[in-house]
């Protein structure tokens, strides 16, 4: 790896240096996610929430053609208000390098570029799926392939509600992507907690989740994990009243013609209009809490690997 292409923030890198745990946040939850200034007061709420719960948060984005792991207030505000930050997933990477642009990390981006630090527990909100209608619209989001390939615990409310969830799941399976279900025995729906579609590991523990990482990735059965937790009941959104909403933005969205790495952003706008903001309630206590779960991950499976060291 290009060593000029890559700014590791010093807490960052005193922390991987020192075997502490990490936490790695993806960029693309403020910059398309959600609107300002509630972006960033979630940003840095998260970082807040990793860090009390013994780990260090490294948010990840590309700025100027540098990825940045780590990002300081300054930067996650720029990236917080901007408009002109990219949408970045794998294939787009390079692009935001080669051209010098500014660019937020989806899950997959993510991925990559904590793997290339040796950051392998993340928090999201919920990640791409296989999306409605994928049987002739062919969009399946590239964070699943991610998944796939890339040795990273990814934490998350499930998949996002705006998708075809049976299909996801299944997609999953095929690619080989274990999904852990956090205290629960069903699939997580993002805004709701259960899509009824049931899991079956389960685990209580972050000392659990740590075990089953380390005894993947031990056999060298490269991959993500995906670890689904389900938002609090004290502010899940009542499930009804989400398949309306949901249903009301995809109608929007045929009619506009939005296509394309555009949906995901655009269904979550039109969500929270039409549920009056709650939705956006509901999503930034899922990320907090995933955030939470993941530090506690991460230290579990920092305790684990350096039982091993002789
Ligand atoms: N979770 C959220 N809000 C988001 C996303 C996830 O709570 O905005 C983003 C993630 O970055 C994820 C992306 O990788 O949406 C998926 O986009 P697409 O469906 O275009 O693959
Ligand atoms: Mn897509």
Known sequence: MRKDLIIVHEEVLDALNEGKPVVALESTIISHGMPYPENLNTATQVEVAVRNHGAVPSTIAVIRGKIHVGL??????????????????????????????????????????????????????????VHRGADQNFDISADLFELAKTSIAVVSAGAKAILDLPATLEYLETLGVPVLGYKSDFFAAFYTRSSGLPLEMVMQDPQAVARFLHAKWSMHLHGGVLISNPVSEGNAMDQKEMETAIEMALEEAKNLGVKGKEITPFLLRKIKDVTKGRSLETNISLILSNAALAAQIARAYRDISQQERP
Do not use: H, W, Y
Request: glycine share 10%; proline share 2%.
């Open 72 to 129: 300081d207030a300054n930067s996650l505000s720029e990236l917080a208000q901007s408009k002109d930050v990219m949408k970045l997933s794998r294939r787009d990477l390079p692009f935001a390098i080669s051209e010098k642009r500014n660019g937020a990390t989806t899950v997959a981006a993510t991925m990559i570029c904590s793997e290339m630090v040796g950051i392998n527990v993340f928090a999201t909100g919920g990640i791409g799926g």
